[in-house]
């Protein structure tokens, strides 16, 4: 796992993308990104998250070279693309990019959309007829753009990235304006076409469980510095902080006392996860239990041990369901969330027992 301001100090290979220590601003104001750095390794899928306005499009913008660095480096492999110094322009980075609407040509059909950008020579190739196959749409190969799904429609913009045969992909939220019962279907979809190609994919995304289950790794974007780049297990079980922790999904953060290798909490003794980055004195400080790591059962059912609650609202989402649980406590202030089995959803009202399963992670 890697967190931010460790990219600096790293070398690029041979092919993987890097973003050194870049500074991106407008002379409007401030800067926007500030000392990015960020490896994708070649062959892999790479999500940068973040919420609106932490400068993801800005970011995706200079690696493809619609921006000029202020400060830093992008290279892929041991070639610069620009250091402020040396500039590529973006039709000589061997860079595809997909724009957020697909931005697809409306008089154009599939086939021609898709052959946009190549030689009359490769256009006399079987490239075309290769990537309406790959995407499955050779039956549409003659419909015009606003005859096409939303699906159907980002298969096509991501069939003409990929004619050129691009070295790296560039997603620009690329699921966003879709609805949600085609969003699922399409993102793995590609994911799955992205995986077949080997492609070396960047997406920006401000959907959490986008992120989480699409990429390989996961780069969070907070005010334009990578706060931290990780599996998404990592991420998910070690945020570095608790703003990232909550962003990542519901979380309890809890007050505890640390002693060997251990916190001390409401929920009773749990192990810490290792973290080298952490003061060895530290003794006091706040660590994250996920909903799941909570057992709950109906207070006659006591868990040994236990805290007793009270659920005090339940989520049900079918699958699974999120429990609000209020603690027996004298302030009667905490509340936990738990995630349980949907045939374990407990209605509000019932008295419960619950304990906790470590590790933990310190996140303050």
Request: net charge negative; proline share 6%; hydrophobic share 40%.
């Amino acid at each position: 796992m890697s967190s931010a301001g460790e990219g600096a100090a790293l070398q690029p290979s041979d092919s993987d993308l890097w973003v050194l220590d870049l500074w991106k601003g407008y002379a409007s104001g401030q800067p926007v990104l500030r000392g990015v750095n960020l490896n994708v390794p070649a062959g892999s899928l790479v999500a940068v998250l973040g919420l609106s306005g932490c400068g993801k499009t800005t970011l995706l913008r200079a690696i493809a070279g619609f921006e000029r660095v202020q400060r830093g480096r992008i290279a892929l492999g041991t070639q610069t693309l620009d250091d402020g110094r040396v500039y590529v322009p973006p039709e000589r980075r061997g860079i595809g990019y997909v724009p957020q609407e697909g931005a697809l040509f409306p008089n154009l059909s599939v086939r021609a959309n898709i052959a946009f950008g190549l030689s009359r020579a490769q256009r006399r190739t079987s490239v075309v007829d290769e990537l309406l196959e790959l995407v499955g749409l050779v039956p549409l190969a003659r419909r015009y753009p606003h005859q096409l799904s939303g699906g159907e429609q980002q298969r096509v913009a991501l069939a003409r990235a990929l004619a050129r045969r691009p070295e790296v992909l560039l997603l620009d939220e690329p699921f966003s304006s879709l609805d949600a019962s085609l969003r699922a279907t399409v993102r793995e979809e590609v994911s799955a076409l992205l995986r077949s190609q080997g492609a070396t994919t960047v997406l920006v995304t401000h959907d959490q469980e986008e992120a989480l289950s699409l990429a390989d790794t996961v780069a969070v974007l907070r005010d334009g510095v990578i706060v931290q780049q990780g599996t998404p297990a990592e991420l998910y079980s070690t945020p570095v902080d608790a703003p990232l922790a909550s962003f990542l999904g519901a979380a309890n953060l809890i007050e505890a006392r640390f002693d060997g290798g251990w916190a001390h909490t409401v929920l009773g003794q749990l192990q810490l996860n290792p973290d080298p980055t952490r003061a060895p004195g530290l003794t006091h400080g706040v660590v994250i239990v996920r909903p799941e790591q909570l057992e709950v059962r109906p207070r006659e059912d006591s868990i040994a041990n236990g805290l007793a609650g009270e659920v005090e609202q339940c989520r049900y989402y079918g699958h699974d369901a999120l429990l609000h649980i209020r603690l027996d406590a004298p302030d009667g202030k905490q509340v936990l969330l738990a995630r349980v089995g949907g045939k374990q959803a407990l209605p509000a009202g019932t008295p419960v027992s619950l304990a906790a399963h470590g590790p933990v992670t310190i996140v303050e």
